[in-house]
């Protein structure tokens, strides 16, 4: 017996239906495979708009910054986490930013047995934060997919990983505090751009102060084009 799709209309502005409600569809078809329910993911509420996650997903950064974010909302919440080859973890920026430290696994250099500490961490965690090496394959993603969905956990990789559903990148970044050389490094400024599939990215303007976390400055995500 097939599967009936509903898809629920939504106020949106002129040209961006069509997008919206393929991004819907593709959505619940993900939803549906392997007759096991994705359910959403608790994410930083610095992403409203740009990034949903959810279990049984892999999600590409190519920042510490952008890795602590995804890993905090979910921790604060209660969540455990595992954080996979991060020989360099800055356990301090990561309080700073809500994670909390009593629920987070850490494997800060598994070598060669990174797949199989991923995976036996995926059983058992809601998200892993892995640095991968260089040559994962599609076949090695594709595995690790399956348990993703399996287990309803999520990844998050600080590098390439094939197959991915969503790429979130730091276009720009700058630092205020400093005077002259004098002062320290107080709140980091960056344009983070995530890109989804063959749909255009879409930018935003964040905000990271020790004292408040991370903060939106722009009040929507711009979409841009890609340019060559």
Request: proline share 8%.
């Amino acid at each position: 017996m097939a599967a009936t799709l509903t898809l629920t209309p939504s106020r949106r502005p002129p040209g961006a239906g069509r997008e919206h409600t393929l991004r819907q569809l593709q959505d619940r078809i993900r939803g549906m495979q392997d007759g096991v329910p994705r359910l959403p993911v608790a994410t930083h509420p610095a992403f409203d708009g740009l990034l949903d996650l959810r279990t049984g997903g892999a999600y590409e950064v190519d920042s510490a910054g952008l890795a602590l974010a995804l890993l905090a909302q979910p921790s604060r919440e209660g969540a455990w986490v595992a954080v996979v080859g991060v020989r360099d973890f800055g356990v301090e920026a990561a309080a700073e930013l809500g994670v909390d430290l009593s629920r987070t696994v850490l494997v800060p250099d598994p070598g060669e047995h990174w797949l199989e500490a991923t995976a036996a961490l995926v059983d058992v965690v809601t998200m892993v934060v892995l640095r991968p090496p260089p040559d994962v394959t599609a076949k090695t993603a594709s595995r690790i997919a399956a348990r993703l969905r399996k287990r309803s956990s999520v990844l998050v990789s600080w590098g390439r990983w094939p197959g991915s559903e969503a790429r979130l990148s730091v276009e720009s970044s700058a630092w205020t505090g400093l005077d002259r050389g004098h002062g320290r490094l107080a709140r980091r400024r960056m344009v983070v751009a995530v890109a989804r599939g063959s749909a255009p990215p879409q930018q935003v303007e964040l905000e990271l102060d020790p004292a408040f976390g991370l903060s939106r400055v722009s009040p929507e995500p711009v979409a841009i084009s890609e340019v060559g």
